[in-house]
């Protein structure tokens, strides 16, 4: 009796929301809070971000300025609250980047085999094979720094991996009934791919891309903090500790809270990350968590 | 076994040219508009211009600047910086040795502290023990090496001052001081790290402790430490060495911002410092050697990867 009303009818089983346990949970209430930050950052932020002047310099935390103001007087809460967005967009931006032209590639190479196959997979491995930052910052020297040029190097860094993933799953498919039927029937390599191919790859490609969101989270902020991010004034993490060196020996709190910020932003996308993972991948329930 | 060498250090040569062109790509698109007019100042006349040209082989043919840089190269000429006028060779030779020892120390911290980690969490997996060592290393790989080195330079600043020494003196003048210097950036760069290695020994290792071979020695009454570290843990670790490049592309990454935080005289921020210079003669001695070292790294496990495993000169 019990297996029939589990069951249920299709529409509910749909609907269901589909992260069980507190931690996965809790990092998904984490993330939208961050991206309510992002989208109504200025309204929510107490001062303007870049105000200089808005408080005394370097003032410890406060009424007034709830974590303090930076070495320009700026409040640390508002610039938080400003990095939120471009931490999510850099994120997004260069995942969705890599998911696009990595599955683009994957397919390509794995569907359409031989020569493609052969030529695609060495230039996958060639940029495997080459330092991840050190290939993002060279593309940021010549393409000159900003939130979205950091956003596609890092993008351009993490192709590979969804390539890989893409190809793999792609082989696997191709190997079905269902493709030869597909072919039998006359219809169109492009057709196949799209139809058979892509649907069928999906759930590994999810993994990835909730997996890839907190690498790219951080790799961005690495470069911010390295001088390619954003331009100055307006917040990053990345930039806003790295600006704040100076002051760190003697007033911690003005690195320690966007670090903290970030961090937590960070592990929420990782939790996701491991949230989707157990979710989709079929292997690692057997394996107690591996 | 030959075949598998031959094949092996082909493939890193090959990657290595292509990565040479890149590498001198960037440099010529990191150059002002014209370097020659910029280096001439305004005030040059147009033979001055044409003489600097002619000096730097920017007249020529870029294929062939190209050939000549690779030729150079070989050879262990990176050319002359025409901004700050030192031989490319000195100043990689200065810096080399700093990013060398910061990776080769961070990678033996994050093994050293990794891999342990790893073998105690895949035996106790899924129990209470297996979740208070996990989190903390959740945390600490959401720590990226710019936030975890801020952290070490204030701790060492404040409360280790004995155990750090701000100036870098090179390890051939005075190790210990030079070790005094290192011992937290290496902290820095290898403990983000050492997670990722403890991830990867784990899920290899429960995969290893399942299997009969592990029944059989546990039956017969072999010492529960000496099946996970010496029997278990040789098979598990194949995988965990492949996944290495991997690490090796984290340590360079760690060294850009660890050798910014420190202000250590290394690669890292040798490149860093020539983009912001606009040094597109430096950067490319830099960065060519930055990831040539990476490549050999890569190499050398390729290579180390049959002595632990020989099924892999089978496949």
Redesign the interface.
């Given at each position: 009796m019990s297996s029939v009303t589990a069951q249920g009818t299709p529409v509910t089983r749909r609907l269901r929301w589909p992260f069980r346990g507190i931690i996965a949970n809790f990092a998904i209430l984490v993330i939208l809070a961050y991206l309510v930050l992002a989208v109504l950052g200025p309204v929510l932020a107490p001062y303007g971000p870049n105000d200089i002047g808005a408080g005394p310099q370097l003032s410890t935390p406060s009424a007034a300025h709830w974590l303090g103001t930076d070495g320009l007087g700026r409040d640390v809460f508002s610039r938080i609250i400003a990095a939120t967005r471009p931490a999510l967009l850099a994120a997004v931006i260069a995942v969705v980047f890599a998911l696009v032209l990595g599955t683009a590639i994957g397919i390509a190479s794995g569907f359409l085999g031989r020569f493609w196959d052969s030529a695609l997979s060495r230039i996958v491995?060639?940029l495997?094979?080459?330092?991840?930052?050190?290939l993002a910052?060279?593309?940021l020297?010549?393409m000159g720094s900003g939130l979205v040029n950091a956003s596609l190097a890092i993008g351009l860094v993490v192709i590979p991996r969804f390539a890989r993933i893409a190809r793999g799953s792609t082989i696997e498919v191709n190997q079905r009934h269902y493709i030869d039927a597909a072919r039998l029937c006359g219809r169109s390599r492009i057709w196949i791919m799209r139809r058979h191919i892509l649907p069928n790859i999906a759930s590994p490609l999810v993994i990835m891309t909730a997996i890839n969101l907190?690498t790219a989270e951080?790799?961005y902020?690495?470069l911010s903090?390295?001088?390619f991010g954003s331009t100055p004034p307006d917040s990053d993490f990345?930039s806003m500790?790295?600006s704040s060196?100076q002051y760190?020996?003697t007033h911690?709190w003005i690195?320690a809270f966007p670090?903290i910020a970030?961090?937590i932003l960070?592990?929420a996308f990782?939790?996701l990350g491991d949230a989707m993972r157990d979710r989709l991948d079929p292997r690692s329930r057997t394996?107690?968590?591996? | 076994m030959i075949r598998y060498v031959g094949k092996k250090v082909l493939g890193a040569a090959a990657v290595l040219f292509v990565l040479s062109a890149l590498v001198f790509m960037a440099g010529r698109g990191l150059a002002p508009g014209n370097p020659a007019m910029t280096l001439a100042g305004p005030k040059a006349s147009p033979a001055d211009i044409a003489a600097i040209e002619h000096k730097l082989g920017l007249d020529k043919p870029v294929w062939q600047q190209y050939l000549d840089w690779l030729g150079n190269a070989l050879h262990g000429d990176f050319g002359v910086s025409p901004i700050s006028g030192q031989a490319n060779i000195e100043v990689i030779g200065q810096q080399a040795p700093v990013s060398f020892e910061l990776a080769v120390l961070g990678l033996v911290i994050a093994v050293v502290l990794g891999v342990p980690v790893g073998v105690m969490t895949a035996s106790r997996a899924g129990t209470a023990a297996d979740w208070t060592m996990r989190i903390p290393l959740l945390v600490i790989f959401a720590f990226p090496a710019f936030v975890s080195g801020s952290i070490a330079l204030y701790l060492a600043t404040h409360y280790l001052t004995n155990l750090y020494s701000a100036s870098y003196i090179p390890l051939s003048q005075a190790p210990l001081a030079n070790l005094q210097a290192m011992l937290l950036p290496a902290l820095a760069v290898g403990i983000p790290t050492a997670p990722l290695v403890a991830q990867m020994t784990r899920s290899s290792m429960i995969e290893t402790l399942a299997q009969p071979h592990i029944a059989t020695a546990r039956t017969n009454g072999i010492a529960e430490w000496r099946i996970k570290y010496q029997y278990a843990l040789r098979a598990a670790l194949p995988p965990v060495l492949t996944l290495i490049g991997f690490i090796f592309g984290l340590l360079v990454g760690g060294l850009f911002i660890v050798e910014k935080i420190f202000s250590l005289p290394g690669l890292g921020r040798g490149v860093l410092d020539s983009i912001t210079n606009r040094d597109f003669v430096q950067v490319t001695g830099q960065a060519l050697v930055l990831a040539a070292a990476f490549i050999i790294g890569n190499l050398i496990v390729d290579l180390v990867l049959p002595l632990v495993d020989r099924r892999i000169l089978r496949r």
């Open positions: 491995d060639l495997f094979a080459i330092p991840e930052y050190l910052i060279l593309v020297a010549v907190s951080a790799a902020a690495a903090f390295l001088g990345g500790i790295s060196q760190f020996l911690p690195v670090a970030f961090v960070v592990v990782n939790l394996t107690a968590g591996a | -």
